[in-house]
């Protein structure tokens, strides 16, 4: 998390029900819903209702390139992005998706992405978060258990 050896304290879950093949932004109240001081962002699609479907990869929403830029420019503690949907990218909208990852990994202010998390059983923003990445030489992702204090 680039010198930031910090606990995830202020963790925070927006619900935002998705379509197939959607490419998320949010709105100006849901950006402004979320508290200044998120370090962790739950974004909470519904996608994993279809987990066990071919949609679930197939047809997955994916992360705009802007929607980095919507949550740097308000959210300057916010480190790490999460949902429920199997990738940044959207298998229909595959460069998109690329220039989705360079903008979240690549920019001066990185925020890392965790995707395919199983969110059923979470409506509510979490008290704290404990990330445990698998860590892998030369490695660009991994693996990572995150359990969550309600």
Same mark, same amino acid.
């Given at each position: 998390?680039?010198?930031?050896?910090?606990? /995830?304290?202020?963790?925070?879950?927006?619900?935002?029900?998705?379509?197939?093949?959607?490419?998320?932004?949010?709105?100006?109240?849901?950006?402004?819903?979320?508290?200044?001081?998120?370090?962790?962002?739950?974004?909470?699609?519904?996608?994993?209702?279809?987990?066990?479907?071919?949609?679930?990869?197939?047809?997955?929403?994916?992360?705009?390139?802007?929607?980095?830029?919507?949550?740097?420019?308000?959210?300057?503690?916010?480190?790490? /992005?999460?949902?429920?949907?199997?990738?940044?990218s959207s298998y229909q909208n595959r460069e998109l998706g690329r220039i989705a990852h360079r903008e979240f990994l690549a920019s001066d202010n990185p925020i890392l992405?965790?995707?395919?998390?199983?969110?059923?059983?979470?409506?509510?923003?979490?008290?704290?978060?404990?990330?445990?990445?698998?860590?892998?030489?030369?490695?660009?992702?991994?693996?990572?258990?995150?359990?969550?204090?309600?």
């Amino acid at each position: 998390m680039k010198n930031k050896k910090s606990s /995830i304290k202020n963790p925070f879950l927006i619900h935002k029900a998705c379509e197939e093949d959607e490419i998320i932004t949010l709105s100006k109240s849901e950006l402004e819903s979320i508290p200044i001081e998120t370090d962790f962002l739950i974004l909470k699609t519904d996608f994993f209702k279809i987990r066990d479907s071919k949609k679930y990869w197939n047809n997955n929403p994916g992360l705009s390139p802007k929607l980095y830029h919507q949550l740097a420019d308000r959210l300057k503690k916010l480190r790490v /992005i999460g949902g429920d949907y199997i990738s940044v990218s959207s298998y229909q909208n595959r460069e998109l998706g690329r220039i989705a990852h360079r903008e979240f990994l690549a920019s001066d202010n990185p925020i890392l992405l965790v995707e395919d998390m199983d969110l059923s059983k979470i409506n509510i923003s979490p008290k704290q978060i404990f990330c445990f990445p698998l860590l892998i030489n030369k490695s660009d992702g991994a693996p990572v258990t995150i359990i969550a204090q309600l």
